[in-house]
């Protein structure tokens, strides 16, 4: 079967040249984008510093406590903080943990949770100290083991 | 059926009330596609400049627990719904108005070869790339997709990517064979008296003209009704439902399966028993299933571990090639060769070599496959279903700075994952059951004297990939995507 299509009248030519415009828009909007995402987003400067320890060493599925140590740029502990933590698979969809902080000493703060399940993890410890200002850290716990 | 009672009409759905008239609605599949659009925008927008940790972004989210959970619930409740709503078609579309194709696909690139090796390459660079832990990654690939689906569709007329290329479409074909709804022909003998075929060549406007005008497209992908069998390489655009100028299409219910073991002649594949390629993608998509449930597990991760060990490998990409090549080659080489070897006895074929064998009964993989597939990504599905919530209240907060829609709530994610199991037994139970049927049913066409006889080497390599199935989803998940073993 043989089959010609029509000639495009002119005000459709017109229509034709706005999505030839586009078409070549495009990959100059993705190169655009792109060069966007690539840019390195800086963090803002943190008023607290944080340290922290897991236990157990090496991380297994099960109970796990997470301490962390807030200080200042004085090296001075951080009290009255409110800060809690979120511990999330590093595969979408696996329910996160949630825990709450308790100070147990000056500056000094113990959340008690339970990895559910073995692979990777992420931490993301956030709150606020008693000034207002933010804390924010992420801690990347690779390989949690399955129960021995 | 009694002796003397009429066939009873098969359900069409477009002419159900409501949902049919929908369907029928001839901007129906561009409203589905331009949501479908919609969606991918904000996944690509929230996947490049939204946060870059997995759980918390929609790119990652919605592609790796959503789409692919719904997709095949949708094939298997339904059809093939997500190519009809697929957004890469739409952009080609408008894209094509400005530049239509001239050239034909080269002929010895037709078939499913390219397409099985995209299909075998996305996984691979599933587990090497740890997508499902990549926003970013997860973006630029729905972008490259559209961007591949409108290179080749702007440069090859037809639906080219859909049927030659697409992964996502490959693998939605062969899952369809499972589907219970099929478009079909509603009266043969109104396609007998037909002589415009419009539902394959299109329809052409009634006004005289120099030549005619396509006013509505017919199937792209070559599937001319009445000599179409089953779902293979049915998109389920309806662009025949809206050629046809005699209302002579159908959506009727069917048997799910039971394409797999028709080996009639069908329009724009053939016999399937004669397409190598179709064996292949069966192949592919029952081991792929087996080896992407796999790698998920804690002995994935020990087996890596030996092999990293026993090569001597600091990186990850060869030591997962020689697990892809045990899995997708090796054994099924060794399996089903075994079973054709054992099998080809029994068969009308008696003198053919072990290939004709093979190609019989491949297409009895399949719903072991969709079995397995399912158990996967439903795992996935449901124990994340609800974690769209928090994460698009957290995007939310991203795109606007401030809770529009609530504080996120992390909480919120779906069933605890020790009680999908059951549901995960369910469904490779009855893949392999389904599996077991589709392979006795070749046997009774292939060897109609030795029917049982002919079926159980298959058989017992169909009970032995669905116990291994079994093993795998008993075992503890390891959600990795961060360190190699070796």
Aim: aromatic share 8%; with cysteine; charged share 15%.
């Amino acid at each position: 079967m043989h089959v010609r299509l029509a000639r495009v009248p002119a005000r459709r030519r017109l229509t034709r040249d706005r999505h030839v415009r586009l078409i070549r828009f495009l990959p100059l909007a993705v190169a655009l984008a792109g060069c966007v995402a690539a840019c390195g987003r800086t963090a803002p400067a943190a008023e607290v510093r944080v340290e922290w320890t897991l236990t157990p060493t090496p991380p297994a599925v099960g109970p796990a406590i997470l301490v962390v140590r807030c200080v200042d740029f004085a090296g001075e502990p951080v009290r009255g903080a409110s800060l809690k933590v979120e511990g999330h698979m590093t595969h979408p969809g696996m329910t996160p943990v949630l825990a709450d902080f308790v100070e147990r000493e000056a500056g000094v703060y113990h959340a008690a949770f339970e990895f559910t399940m073995s692979g990777d993890w992420i931490l993301l410890v956030s709150g606020t100290v008693a000034s207002g200002g933010a804390v924010r850290d992420r801690i990347e716990v690779a390989n949690v083991r399955p129960a021995a | 059926m009694f002796s003397g009672e009429k066939p009873r009409a098969r359900m069409d759905v477009l002419r159900l009330p409501v949902i049919g008239p929908m369907l029928r609605w001839r901007h129906a599949r561009t409203t589905l596609q331009l949501l479908a659009l919609g969606v991918a925008a904000v996944l690509v927008l929230h996947g490049l400049f939204g946060p870059d940790l997995a759980p918390t972004n929609l790119a990652t989210v919605v592609t790796w627990v959503h789409y692919r959970g719904l997709l095949v619930v949708a094939l298997l409740a339904a059809g093939n719904l997500f190519c009809t709503g697929c957004p890469f078609v739409l952009v080609r579309d408008v894209a094509r108005r400005a530049r239509a194709p001239r050239r034909l696909w080269p002929a010895w690139l037709r078939g499913k070869w390219v397409g099985i090796a995209l299909f075998a390459g996305v996984l691979f660079a599933y587990e090497l790339f740890d997508l499902w832990a990549l926003p970013r990654a997860t973006a630029w690939l729905v972008v490259g997709y559209f961007g591949a689906a409108l290179a080749i569709d702007l440069a090859f007329k037809g639906a080219t990517f859909c049927k030659h290329l697409c992964p996502i479409g490959q693998f939605s074909f062969a899952a369809s064979t499972l589907s219970p709804l099929e478009v079909g022909i509603r009266d043969r003998d109104v396609c007998a008296a037909c002589r415009t075929a419009d539902c394959i060549a299109g329809r052409r406007a009634p006004v005289p003209a120099p030549a005619p005008v396509i006013v509505q497209r017919g199937c792209e992908l070559g599937l001319f009704l009445p000599s179409k069998v089953g779902n293979l390489d049915c998109t389920f655009c309806l662009d025949c439902v809206q050629a046809c100028p005699h209302d002579n299409v159908a959506i009727t219910a069917r048997v799910p399966g039971a394409e797999l073991a028709d080996d009639r002649w069908r329009s724009g594949i053939g016999r399937l028993a004669a397409r190598p390629d179709m064996a292949a993608l069966a192949v592919l998509f029952t081991f792929g299933a087996l080896l992407n449930a796999f790698a998920m597990t804690g002995p994935a991760f020990e087996v890596q571990r030996v092999l990293a060990g026993a090569l001597g490998a600091g990186r990850e990409a060869p030591v997962l090639a020689l697990l892809f090549v045990g899995f997708l080659v090796v054994a099924p080489l060794v399996l089903l060769g075994a079973a054709a070897a054992v099998s080809r006895g029994g068969s009308t074929y008696a003198a053919a070599p072990l290939a004709r064998e093979l190609l019989q009964y491949a297409p009895a993989l399949v719903p072991l496959g969709v079995g397995i597939w399912l158990a996967h990504y439903g795992f996935h599905l449901l124990t994340g279903f609800v974690t769209i919530v928090p994460v698009t209240q957290s995007a939310v907060v991203d795109a606007l700075g401030w809770a529009a829609l609530g504080t996120p709530r992390w909480g919120w994610a779906g069933l605890q994952p020790g009680s999908v199991l059951p549901l995960q037994i369910g469904f490779v139970i009855l893949g392999t059951a389904g599996a077991l049927a589709v392979a006795h049913a070749i046997a009774e066409r292939a060897a109609p004297a030795h029917a049982r006889r002919a079926a159980a080497p298959w058989a017992v390599v169909l009970i032995v990939l669905g116990a291994a199935a079994l093993w795998i989803f008993a075992q503890p998940m390891d959600m990795r995507g961060v360190e190699f073993p070796g």
